[in-house]
């Protein structure tokens, strides 16, 4: 059984910097891709950005260029780092793992409040 972790959320002030962990743990496989999805008050939950296990990523056009996703030295961990925060990237993030036989699973989402 796959268990999620993530932790890093808080408040910072517009131009600040956060970063999260995201941990998958359990899992007999390393992951097929790992990614950040965030959901803000009264919008859908949308993808932030996703790394692939051989280290492809990709981010929505919204976030190039201030956050960037790596991955930690520990199997199945992912790391989002936020630099330029602005108050629209107030929302949960949300950290999803994917395996090619263990299937797809979620973590119970972080809060980030950017605002001064």
């Known amino acids: 059984q796959v268990h999620m972790v993530e932790s890093g959320g808080g408040l910072v002030q517009p131009g600040g910097s956060l970063r999260l962990s995201c941990e998958a743990s359990?899992?007999?496989?390393?992951?097929?891709?790992m990614a950040w999805y965030r959901q803000a008050p009264g919008k859908q939950r949308e993808l932030v950005t996703i790394?692939?296990?051989?280290?492809?990523?990709n981010y929505a056009d919204a976030v190039k260029g201030r956050f960037t996703i790596s991955r930690g030295n520990a199997k199945n961990t992912v790391y989002l780092q936020m630099n330029s925060l602005k108050p629209e990237d107030t929302a949960v993030y949300y950290c999803?793992?994917?395996?090619?036989?263990?299937?797809?699973?979620w973590g119970q989402g972080t809060q980030v409040t950017v605002s001064s």
């Open positions: 790394i692939t296990s051989r280290g492809m990523t």
């Open positions: 999803n793992a994917d395996f090619i036989i263990e299937g797809n699973y």
């Open positions: 359990g899992s007999t496989f390393s992951f097929n891709t």
